[in-house]
């Protein structure tokens, strides 16, 4: 049996409460009439689970299910997002994908041997780097080799312990490995990622995907907030040095970037498509599906849009426990959010525009879409009462996830397609002038 591959374009998916697998799934078979392949990816971290109490099997049953009635045909995964070495065992039946989360260990140094290795091994690196199809060579000195590896060998090292731990028990090639280090404070320079992937490399990981952490805030569930330009540098610069790392390093050839917390970043979407449309990229969207069951609950009207309301005002009530967990990766403002008893008297229509991720509708509301994206857990409390809402409102649920998934995703990500139709005012405030 070959070793399994992700595709060019991949999509990482998430599906809080395995109800939408379906929906999801609907969006990338619209990609491929459209004439693009994007496979899917269910991705569920640890935390989410925890929070849930649900177990990756579910996760893994919901879209073999999905697959099956939707006769699809093309590869897809189930994806362990950020374990490490004390949270995979629970993953280990269900997944083959696995984003190996070593952003915790960035910084803590290595044996000094093994750094003194490295550096002995890698000198090689040192000089001029001209990155492939970048005109500017940029300089490695052998003081930078050395102070890169003090900060990232360590945690390289994590990442080939855990890889080799999967390894153990699923067998070499049975699933698809990603290096994340996202979640950290700083963004890595190209020649960082360079010397990164070169360390991956020695470490025999066969990474197919790698995160690295970008300049901007990636805030879960809403637009990007950063220097739009410097991004697209960034973005540029990071496939050039996985290119050179591919070329260079032995590193499988279908080795591409992956983009977390990358659901609604409309506004970098362009720089994204650019800077990937031959490379490929693995866009991993943040569990936005769920905003888009409450979407379908509100439009829905009737229990639906009853129990949209109190799981607001549940939310506004726990925020700040709500909240904690996400602190770094959310931006609310409380003096925006609607009082419990405003929303309570709130039309179909009024919900919808406060919590659909229009950009350009005037009623668009992030904070209140980012209090109830990290409120999944008042509905997880529900339980059966959310679900059988869930099931009784399927079919205008599902539109709505799957519209979401691909004309605000799919499109605007890997075919290059404008988010929606700016009119003047909003274009402003989407290139950040307020
Ligand atoms: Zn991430």
Redesign the pocket.
Known sequence: MSALELGKFSIGVGDRFAHQAKAQLQACLEAAQAGVEVIPVWNKSNREHNIIGSESSQTRAAADAAVKALHWKKPYFCDAD?INLTTVDRFLASCDFYTIDVADAIGKPAASSSIETFVKRRSDLTGKVQLDGVDEPFEITPALLRSTAAKFLFAVEEAGKVYRKIEAAKGKGNFIPEV?M??TDAAQTPAELLIILAAIADEGIPVQTI?PKFTGRFNKGVDYVGDLAQFRREIVLDVAAIATAVRNFGLPRNLKLSV??GSDKFSIYPAIHDATKKSGVHL?TAGTTWLEEIIGLAESGGDGLALAKEIYAEAYAHREELCAPYATVIDIDPARLPAPATVARWTSQQYIAALRHDPHSPDYNPSLRQLLHVGFKIAAKMGDRYLNLLQANEPVIAKNVTENLFDRHIAPVFSGKAVGKPSPGAALEHAGVR
């Open positions: 950020h994340s996202d979640e995160a977390h917390s991993k």
